[in-house]
């Protein structure tokens, strides 16, 4: 199968990719390398058996003919390329709006005219501020207003579920879209703001933890081995398509316990430190007090059941980041 991964030189892309590698499979991958980065997909360059599989642009999903090109050739595609982060999205507004919903655009128009099977990375902020837990894919949707910026990010998103949702009432297009948790692991960035690999670096430093405002915000992690897993199945399920899925973790924790937890794993003697959100974000932010999935969905169609507990991924990133710190 030929498999065309928009965002593949990101985060979750570069595993994906790999996986799909793996299988046996030929991997295009489109990415501009804005939150990106070739050394998140060298290994599988220098694999001489993969190597003969992969194809890497590095060009921008907003250039029409290149995207004809890759759309028309591939058999699938996992729409990953966003501008993601809180820190990002805060810095690029207009460039974030831009990718996020005229990317998402071309994205569905090609996979329409070439009748490609589609699945589009949504997020759980489309969830907005609700408090309770856990958020089922039919829930209301509850934001800040339109001069709070991080809101912005989510309502892209949402846009592109309701474009995903449009296009296959109205054409039949084989589309999916996934409400993505925090997904961790090793080769995530924390310089736009993702919390596990930023504590990670500051603890192997020795440094301050900064937990944004009380720390008693909580979130869920999920692995993203158990994530690329999902994505895979849910692409070649029938059943999957005109539907929003939930993929996330079910373990929660606050954002305080988890910057402990990474402390005594990493064998830090880090202190943990509180920073008002106003002097991080800038006094037009405001978080989200809880963000747990209801997987009732995912599970019933494909069997999901997130395998990797939260000490076995912080393990394998703290692995990850130490070596790479110490250039091995
Ligand atoms: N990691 C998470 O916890 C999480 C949570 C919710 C949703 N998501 C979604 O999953 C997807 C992948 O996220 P990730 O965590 O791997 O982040 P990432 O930043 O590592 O990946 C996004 C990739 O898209 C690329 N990109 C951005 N704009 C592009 C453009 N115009 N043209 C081509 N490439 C472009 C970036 O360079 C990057 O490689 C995103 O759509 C994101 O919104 C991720």
Redesign the pocket.
Known sequence: MRVLI??G?????SHLAQAYLQRGDEVYI???????SLENINHLKENADYRKRLFVSI????NRDIMVELVGTCDVVHH??????VRYILDHPMESIN?NIQ?TEKVLELCNKFKKRLLI?????VYGKHLHAPLVETDNIIYGPSSKFRWSYAAS?LMDEFMSLAYFRTTGLQVTAVR?????GPR??GT?G?VIPRFVSQALKNEPLTVYGDGRQTRTFTDVEDVVWALMRLIENDQAFGEVFNIGGTEEITILDLASRIVAASNSSSEIKRIPYDEVFGKDFEDMQRRVPSIEKLRALIGFNPKTPLDAILSKVIRFTSKRTNGI
């Open positions: 928009t965002g030189a990101g985060f979750i892309g489109i990415d501009n390398l804005s939150t990106g060009d921008t999903i907003l990953l390329a966003a501008a993601v982060g990718t990317g990375a949504s997020t759980s902020e998103k993505l948790f925090n997904t961790v995530q960035t736009y993702m």
